[in-house]
Protein backbone atom coordinates (compact mmCIF):
# COMPACT_ATOMS: atom_id res chain seq x y z
CA UNK A 1 0.00 0.00 0.00
CA UNK A 2 1.16 3.50 -0.94
CA UNK A 3 0.25 6.90 1.12
CA UNK A 4 1.54 10.90 0.67
CA UNK A 5 1.67 13.32 3.35
CA UNK A 6 1.51 16.90 2.30
CA UNK A 7 2.77 19.01 5.71
CA UNK A 8 0.99 22.36 6.06
CA UNK A 9 -2.62 22.58 4.01
CA UNK A 10 -1.70 26.09 3.85
CA UNK A 11 1.12 28.35 2.18
CA UNK A 12 1.70 31.87 2.36
CA UNK A 13 4.49 33.27 -0.10
CA UNK A 14 5.35 36.81 -1.21
CA UNK A 15 5.21 37.90 -4.88
CA UNK A 16 9.28 36.83 -6.23
CA UNK A 17 9.90 34.66 -3.12
CA UNK A 18 10.45 30.83 -2.98
CA UNK A 19 8.03 28.33 -3.10
CA UNK A 20 8.31 25.22 -1.13
CA UNK A 21 5.65 22.68 -0.88
CA UNK A 22 6.44 19.37 0.82
CA UNK A 23 5.21 16.01 0.46
CA UNK A 24 6.61 12.64 1.64
CA UNK A 25 5.69 9.37 0.12
CA UNK A 26 5.51 5.78 1.61
CA UNK A 27 5.66 2.89 -0.88
CA UNK A 28 6.51 -0.71 -1.08
CA UNK A 29 7.74 -0.89 -4.71
CA UNK A 30 9.65 1.93 -6.76
CA UNK A 31 7.36 4.85 -6.93
CA UNK A 32 6.26 7.07 -9.52
CA UNK A 33 5.57 10.14 -8.22
CA UNK A 34 3.49 13.10 -9.56
CA UNK A 35 2.41 17.21 -8.92
CA UNK A 36 -1.28 18.49 -9.44
CA UNK A 37 -2.43 22.21 -9.40
CA UNK A 38 -5.94 22.86 -9.22
CA UNK A 39 -6.92 26.01 -10.08
CA UNK A 40 -10.30 27.43 -8.43
CA UNK A 41 -13.40 25.64 -10.12
CA UNK A 42 -11.01 23.45 -12.02
CA UNK A 43 -10.10 19.87 -12.67
CA UNK A 44 -6.61 18.64 -11.91
CA UNK A 45 -3.37 19.64 -14.27
CA UNK A 46 -0.36 17.71 -14.23
CA UNK A 47 2.49 19.74 -12.98
CA UNK A 48 5.42 17.19 -13.25
CA UNK A 49 6.09 13.99 -12.86
CA UNK A 50 9.03 11.32 -11.77
CA UNK A 51 9.50 8.14 -13.28
CA UNK A 52 12.73 6.74 -12.19
CA UNK A 53 14.40 8.79 -14.54
CA UNK A 54 16.35 11.93 -13.27
CA UNK A 55 16.20 12.30 -9.45
CA UNK A 56 15.59 16.67 -10.23
CA UNK A 57 12.54 16.78 -12.34
CA UNK A 58 11.55 20.31 -14.36
CA UNK A 59 7.66 20.82 -15.03
CA UNK A 60 5.70 23.65 -16.44
CA UNK A 61 5.48 27.06 -14.50
CA UNK A 62 8.63 26.85 -13.66
CA UNK A 63 8.16 24.59 -11.13
CA UNK A 64 10.41 21.26 -10.49
CA UNK A 65 10.55 18.63 -7.41
CA UNK A 66 13.41 16.39 -6.32
CA UNK A 67 13.06 12.51 -5.66
CA UNK A 68 14.94 12.05 -2.75
CA UNK A 69 15.10 8.46 -2.03
CA UNK A 70 16.29 8.43 1.63
CA UNK A 71 14.12 11.30 2.73
CA UNK A 72 10.79 9.12 0.95
CA UNK A 73 10.17 12.80 -0.39
CA UNK A 74 9.40 14.80 -3.55
CA UNK A 75 9.39 18.45 -2.76
CA UNK A 76 7.78 20.77 -5.12
CA UNK A 77 10.07 24.51 -5.58
CA UNK A 78 9.86 27.43 -7.42
CA UNK A 79 12.45 30.16 -7.15
CA UNK A 80 9.89 33.05 -7.35
CA UNK A 81 6.48 32.90 -6.52
CA UNK A 82 4.00 34.96 -8.88
CA UNK A 83 0.48 35.97 -8.01
CA UNK A 84 -1.00 33.28 -11.07
CA UNK A 85 0.73 30.36 -9.06
CA UNK A 86 -2.22 30.92 -5.87
CA UNK A 87 -3.97 27.06 -6.15
CA UNK A 88 -4.28 24.25 -4.56
CA UNK A 89 -1.32 21.66 -5.22
CA UNK A 90 -1.78 17.53 -4.68
CA UNK A 91 1.12 15.04 -4.26
CA UNK A 92 0.14 12.14 -5.52
CA UNK A 93 2.15 7.96 -5.86
CA UNK A 94 1.29 5.85 -8.24
CA UNK A 95 1.40 2.03 -7.96
CA UNK A 96 0.04 -0.65 -10.16
CA UNK A 97 -3.05 -2.81 -8.77
CA UNK A 98 -4.36 -5.77 -10.75
CA UNK A 99 -4.09 -4.32 -14.08
CA UNK A 100 -4.48 -0.82 -13.73
CA UNK A 101 -2.46 2.17 -12.06
CA UNK A 102 -3.88 3.62 -9.09
CA UNK A 103 -2.82 7.02 -7.94
CA UNK A 104 -3.09 7.92 -4.33
CA UNK A 105 -3.43 11.53 -3.33
CA UNK A 106 -2.26 13.69 -0.55
CA UNK A 107 -4.58 16.17 1.27
CA UNK A 108 -3.40 19.43 -0.83
CA UNK A 109 -1.23 22.31 -0.12
CA UNK A 110 -3.49 25.57 -0.70
CA UNK A 111 -0.94 28.29 -1.70
CA UNK A 112 -1.63 32.19 -1.24
CA UNK A 113 0.82 34.39 -3.21
CA UNK A 114 0.75 37.65 -1.34
CA UNK A 115 1.69 40.98 -3.29
CA UNK B 1 -9.44 17.05 -29.03
CA UNK B 2 -11.21 17.69 -25.59
CA UNK B 3 -9.31 15.39 -23.35
CA UNK B 4 -11.73 13.95 -20.72
CA UNK B 5 -15.39 15.57 -20.85
CA UNK B 6 -17.89 15.14 -18.16
CA UNK B 7 -21.63 16.15 -18.02
CA UNK B 8 -23.05 18.07 -16.15
CA UNK B 9 -21.12 20.56 -14.26
CA UNK B 10 -23.90 21.36 -11.68
CA UNK B 11 -26.78 19.28 -9.72
CA UNK B 12 -28.98 19.50 -7.13
CA UNK B 13 -30.43 16.28 -5.98
CA UNK B 14 -33.07 15.87 -3.14
CA UNK B 15 -31.93 12.83 -0.53
CA UNK B 16 -33.51 9.36 -2.20
CA UNK B 17 -32.80 10.78 -5.72
CA UNK B 18 -30.73 8.66 -8.28
CA UNK B 19 -28.91 10.18 -10.82
CA UNK B 20 -25.84 8.95 -13.61
CA UNK B 21 -22.57 11.30 -14.03
CA UNK B 22 -21.23 10.96 -17.61
CA UNK B 23 -17.57 10.61 -18.71
CA UNK B 24 -15.56 10.41 -21.86
CA UNK B 25 -12.59 10.62 -22.95
CA UNK B 26 -11.02 11.15 -26.56
CA UNK B 27 -7.00 10.30 -25.97
CA UNK B 28 -7.84 6.18 -26.60
CA UNK B 29 -6.98 5.40 -23.13
CA UNK B 30 -7.51 1.94 -21.62
CA UNK B 31 -7.84 2.79 -17.88
CA UNK B 32 -10.08 5.41 -16.65
CA UNK B 33 -11.14 6.86 -13.19
CA UNK B 34 -14.17 8.06 -10.82
CA UNK B 35 -12.79 10.37 -7.89
CA UNK B 36 -14.50 12.57 -5.53
CA UNK B 37 -13.16 15.26 -3.92
CA UNK B 38 -14.25 16.77 -0.58
CA UNK B 39 -12.39 19.80 1.56
CA UNK B 40 -9.00 18.55 3.26
CA UNK B 41 -9.48 14.78 2.00
CA UNK B 42 -7.66 15.15 -1.36
CA UNK B 43 -9.17 13.39 -4.06
CA UNK B 44 -10.44 9.65 -3.03
CA UNK B 45 -11.28 6.85 -5.65
CA UNK B 46 -14.70 5.51 -5.69
CA UNK B 47 -14.34 2.95 -8.72
CA UNK B 48 -11.99 2.11 -11.68
CA UNK B 49 -11.93 0.63 -14.89
CA UNK B 50 -8.47 -1.07 -16.23
CA UNK B 51 -9.81 -1.87 -19.35
CA UNK B 52 -13.11 -1.85 -21.54
CA UNK B 53 -15.25 -4.86 -20.04
CA UNK B 54 -13.64 -4.73 -15.93
CA UNK B 55 -14.78 -2.42 -13.79
CA UNK B 56 -13.13 -2.20 -9.45
CA UNK B 57 -14.02 -0.60 -6.43
CA UNK B 58 -11.68 2.11 -5.31
CA UNK B 59 -11.49 3.55 -1.32
CA UNK B 60 -14.85 4.57 -1.18
CA UNK B 61 -17.33 2.38 -3.57
CA UNK B 62 -20.63 2.40 -1.46
CA UNK B 63 -23.68 3.94 -2.49
CA UNK B 64 -22.18 4.20 -6.23
CA UNK B 65 -22.22 1.33 -9.03
CA UNK B 66 -20.29 2.53 -12.81
CA UNK B 67 -20.62 1.20 -15.95
CA UNK B 68 -17.60 0.85 -18.58
CA UNK B 69 -19.79 1.46 -21.46
CA UNK B 70 -16.92 1.22 -24.53
CA UNK B 71 -13.81 2.39 -24.60
CA UNK B 72 -14.33 6.38 -24.74
CA UNK B 73 -17.52 6.49 -21.75
CA UNK B 74 -17.35 5.69 -17.80
CA UNK B 75 -20.61 6.35 -15.98
CA UNK B 76 -20.92 6.41 -12.51
CA UNK B 77 -24.59 6.90 -10.94
CA UNK B 78 -25.86 7.33 -7.50
CA UNK B 79 -28.84 4.95 -7.20
CA UNK B 80 -30.18 6.48 -3.94
CA UNK B 81 -28.29 9.34 -3.14
CA UNK B 82 -27.37 10.62 0.20
CA UNK B 83 -26.25 14.28 1.85
CA UNK B 84 -22.91 12.69 2.79
CA UNK B 85 -22.44 12.16 -1.38
CA UNK B 86 -22.74 16.25 -1.71
CA UNK B 87 -19.11 16.57 -2.94
CA UNK B 88 -17.31 17.12 -6.43
CA UNK B 89 -16.76 14.40 -9.10
CA UNK B 90 -13.73 14.05 -11.31
CA UNK B 91 -13.56 11.55 -14.43
CA UNK B 92 -9.96 10.69 -14.96
CA UNK B 93 -8.26 8.34 -17.69
CA UNK B 94 -4.75 7.19 -18.12
CA UNK B 95 -2.57 4.91 -20.53
CA UNK B 96 -1.25 1.93 -19.05
CA UNK B 97 0.39 0.70 -21.82
CA UNK B 98 4.38 -0.54 -21.43
CA UNK B 99 6.52 2.78 -21.71
CA UNK B 100 3.68 5.11 -20.40
CA UNK B 101 3.93 6.85 -17.50
CA UNK B 102 0.42 6.41 -16.18
CA UNK B 103 -0.08 10.05 -15.06
CA UNK B 104 -4.08 10.81 -15.25
CA UNK B 105 -5.67 13.33 -17.26
CA UNK B 106 -8.73 15.06 -15.43
CA UNK B 107 -11.86 16.37 -16.39
CA UNK B 108 -13.19 19.23 -15.30
CA UNK B 109 -15.63 17.97 -12.56
CA UNK B 110 -19.45 17.81 -11.60
CA UNK B 111 -20.73 19.82 -8.77
CA UNK B 112 -23.30 17.86 -7.09
CA UNK B 113 -25.02 18.84 -3.63
CA UNK B 114 -27.53 16.49 -2.14
CA UNK B 115 -30.25 18.73 0.41
Same mark, same amino acid.
Given at each position: ????? @?? /?????? !???????????????????????????? @??? @?????????????? /???????????????????????????????????????????????? !????????? | ??????????????????????????????????????? /????????? !?? !?????????????????????????????????????????????????????????????????
Amino acid at each position: AQSVT @QL /GSHVSV !SEGALVLLRCNYSSSVPPYLFWYVQYPN @QGL @QLLLKYTSAATLVK /GINGFEAEFKKSETSFHLTKPSAHMSDAAEYFCAVSALSGSARQLTFG !SGTQLTVLP | NAGVTQTPKFQVLKTGQSMTLQCAQDMNHNSMYWYRQDP /GMGLRLIYY !SA !SEGTTDKGEVPNGYNVSRLNKREFSLRLESAAPSQTSVYFCASSEVSGGGSYEQYFGPGTRLTVT
